[in-house]
Nanobody
Framework: QEELVESGGGLVQVGGSLRLSCVAS????????VGWFRQAPGEEPEGIAC????????YYTNFVQGRFTISRDSAKNTVFLQMNSLDSVDTAVYYC??????????????????????WGKGTPVTVSS
């Protein structure tokens, strides 16, 4: 079965850190651009951090630039999102996604959920003050 499974979400205080993981099963992430999206209550999912297929270019939205880092471990077929200096506005459900044939990480982050080849079930993150 081909799927993405996220983990690592939870409750954290403002200023804290979390590391999200996304494990791919049934296919190799090496052939896909990967990204993290988040959906706050009442809003549409937004792409916040994306990595190109080769793994040498990243894109971050202004909201997370400098605080979040996306990375991929090909040996473990896993994508990570390191989140530092968390704020209450970061509270959301976080999803990972994979998309083949996309040229840039920015393009991937700007494509909506329906354009993805793979989409995980999400892991919730709550940042409390």
């Amino acid at each position: 079965q081909e799927e993405l499974v996220e983990s690592g979400g939870g409750l954290v205080q403002v200023g804290g850190s979390l590391r999200l993981s996304c494990v791919a099963s049934g296919f190799s992430l090496k052939n896909y651009a990967v990204g993290w999206f988040r959906q706050a209550p009442g809003e549409e999912p937004e792409g916040i951090a994306c990595l190109n297929i080769r793994g040498d270019k990243t894109y971050y939205t202004n909201f997370v630039q400098g605080r979040f880092t996306i990375s991929r471990d090909s040996a473990k077929n896993t994508v990570f999102l390191q989140m530092n200096s968390l704020d209450s506005v970061d509270t959301a459900v976080y999803y990972c996604a994979a998309l083949g044939g996309i040229s840039t990480p920015e393009a991937m982050c700007l494509i909506g959920r329906m354009g993805m080849d793979y989409w995980g079930k999400g892991t919730p993150v709550t940042v409390s003050s």
